[in-house]
């Protein structure tokens, strides 16, 4: 008997993600000619090191060849120390030129694969937020980790295996015509079974691979969605929804697999019956040229054996078609996030830094997804130097226009800028652009290691004393000396001392004096209003902006009063801007806003 149960409540499946973008063939080209950089002599001589190594494989045929010749004959012994030395001499070299053609390669290897790399990291810490948000950070963690780990396994092995194995069959194709032409011609008639079977091969997985891959991208982002905020899963039982996404996503990413799999089987079936085709069309011209005397049997001997000695490097080069598609298309998912990345530097370096930092925000409107719109045409100007402080109920829209100002979420309409250059490109320049503009938020996050080591995240040289003076101008000198260590004690996940909220948050402010940008928004809130801490982060923040341009999103009014400007927002507009005495003393929502702050308080 089957007893009934009442099923778990079904939630919706995480909606699936519009995936990052992902570079074209000409794109990924491109990036690729940028990468190699200065390392093309390098390339070009482990190119010559493997066309001498590969016709050095002829060798051995040729020389078994006239081994056998000189058997069939019954010459004396000494007709062998000719080739005997000839295939030893081949050998060493063989072994050398190998050698050289491995060393060169990998150093290529490593510094493209090394720049690409560096190039993803960088441009995927540099993304507009919506476009991970969009994206889901599972296909950004799967390109970072996973493509970039099957470029460099393709790169150091598939890659080179894939240029000897070409080389190799070029050189016995010339060797087979050396011999005599029929043998090659011979030898061809493999070559449009095979090209048949790799236009096939190369249509069907090529497609697959792509999909392939993109499928373990929305796998990705199906699992780390399960795994976010699992408390909350839990207590709404949303477990099970998320679960069969899940499901869904790894079923679709098997069934590629599978499909990808039988392709691989079908083609190597293929291939075995192009070797036996060549193979049996060489025996049969050696046994008609040996017959009417235009071939000796070390001719046939070696024909034979230069045909057989292509199988493998033709099932390496078709084989490793493999690596170096799914290598290609992990390359392009690469490439495709330094797209949305990095932008020239040369367009930061053609703005100035301070004292001419100021910002312009002009008809700015922002939605979320298909939302509705949450700013409604915002126009803002803050001079170099100037602190704006903007209020405002919650859901008013504050932290949003934090965002848009720093530049790390891009306007769905309108412009923010920074001496005339947009600050969403600013926050994607790799070097020092990055810095101009700095965002503040209650996300403070300790990184495993030291004081000092947070600290110096901000600035790797910075010395001991530029730590001390930053830890002082936020008012955290003192508890950082009453640790063990002082600022060498250990405070990350799993450190022997855990910091409160308020310390966490003096660190990341003193990381912002360090960092020392043009300009500083702030969108920080952790501490109660009026409390000891919220007091202390007052005076951080006063600290952090003090000489720079700053946006402070002012979740205590005590953070408006010192402001230069007061910027009320009310369901995504402007609807107040002054000095704040002026606005107190106006009739209006900052006034009322005042009055109900103040009321009670000393
Ligand atoms: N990531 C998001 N996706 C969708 N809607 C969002 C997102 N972030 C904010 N919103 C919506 O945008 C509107 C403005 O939110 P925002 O956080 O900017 O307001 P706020 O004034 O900073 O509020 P608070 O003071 O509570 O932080 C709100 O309606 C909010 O629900």
New binding site residues.
Partial sequence: MTTPTSPAPVAPAAPAPVLLPVATARQTRARLRVALGGRWPVLWAAVAALVVDSALTLVGPLAIGRITQAVTDRRTPDALVGPVLFLTAAAVAGALTGWAATVLLARVVLTVTGRLREDAVAAALALPVDAV?AGGSGDLVARVSGDAERVSEAASGALGDFGAAALTILAALAGLAALDWRFAVAGLLAAPLQAHTLRWYLRTSRPLYAAGRTAEGRRASALLGAFTAPATLRALRLGPGRRAGVADASAEAMAYEFRATRAATRFYGRLNIAEFTGLAAILLVAWALVRTGRADVGAATAAALFFVGLFDPVNTLLGTFDSVQQAAAALARIVGLTLNGPVDQARSDASPGRPGAGIAVRGVRHR??D?PD?LHGIDLDIRPGQRLAVV??????????ATLIAGTRPPSEGDVTLDGVPTGDLARTVTDGGRRVVLVTQEHHLFPGTVADNLRLACRDASRDELDAALAAVDAADWTAALPDGVDTIVGPGGEVRLTARQVQQLALARVLLLDPDVVVLDEATAEAGSDTAQTLDRAALAVTEGRTAVV?A?RLSQAATADLVAV?EDGRVTELGRPDDLRAADGTYARLWASWTRGRP
Avoid: D, F, N
């Fill in positions: 948000e979320y997804g939302g949450v405002g109920a919650t859901g008013s829209g504050k932290s949003t226009l999103v979740h927002l």
